[in-house]
């Protein structure tokens, strides 16, 4: 990431700011400096986000996350996201798994888990039927939901990320949003006839 980041303390959650959050977020078409692409190998995280939160993210390596730059902000963001098949990849994912997704992306610290470095993790929200490491993704970032918090309780996170998936999906359902899932930037998933 460049220094034009923020990286001041992270705000606590407090039940009072879950009251209060909207259920949908953004204009109503992207306004820049979104649509924002992002793209590169799924790399795995500490994969607490499967086992601790029930909410599985897949992380882009450190050279793609410039891009994100241009936003400043820390904190989650929604757009869509493909998974797509790499020559090597041991396992092949279903076409439904391979078409253009809702996702929320978390561009942070993880001050929850303390972490040491800068990560960009996007949970897309489908039910996969294995993991996608080896594959490659790619990622639109059409919107900011929230900031990142400090949380005084692995509930309270979970309740946010559930807040947040639901957010995204109402925020993308509106007409100007869902032109980016025929985006030239995805890959067609249909194979040549
Ligand atoms: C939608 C979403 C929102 C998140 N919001 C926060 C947050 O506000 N604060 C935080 O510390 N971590 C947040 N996280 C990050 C989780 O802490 C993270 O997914 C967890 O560290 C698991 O990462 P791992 O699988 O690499 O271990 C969020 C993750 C997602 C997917």
């Not at 460049?2 to 949908?24: A, D, G, N």
């Not at 190998?41 to 992380?59: E, M, S």
């Amino acid at each position: 990431m460049t220094s034009t980041t923020v990286t001041t303390s992270p705000l606590v959650q407090t039940k009072s700011f879950r009251l209060t959050r909207p259920s949908i977020v953004g204009p109503d078409s992207p306004e820049p400096p979104f649509p924002i692409q992002l793209s590169g190998p799924v790399q795995r995280g500490f994969g607490r986000g499967g086992k601790d939160l029930g909410c599985p993210t897949a992380n882009l390596p450190d050279e793609s996350l410039p891009a994100m730059s241009t936003v400043t902000k820390t904190g989650v963001y929604y757009g869509f996201a493909q998974i797509t098949p790499r020559a090597n990849a041991d396992h092949a994912l279903s076409k439904e798994e391979t078409s253009v997704l809702p996702m929320v992306m978390s561009l942070g610290w993880n001050p929850f888990y303390k972490n040491e470095r800068m990560t960009a993790e996007i949970h897309i929200l489908h039910e996969f039927k294995s993991d996608f490491y080896g594959y490659d993704m790619k990622a639109l970032v059409l919107g900011y939901i929230r900031p990142e918090l400090d949380y005084t309780s692995r509930e309270a996170l979970v309740d946010d990320i559930n807040m947040d998936k639901q957010v995204a999906l109402n925020s993308l359902d509106r007409p100007a949003y869902q032109t980016y899932t025929s985006d030239p930037f995805f890959a067609s998933n249909t194979p040549p006839q």
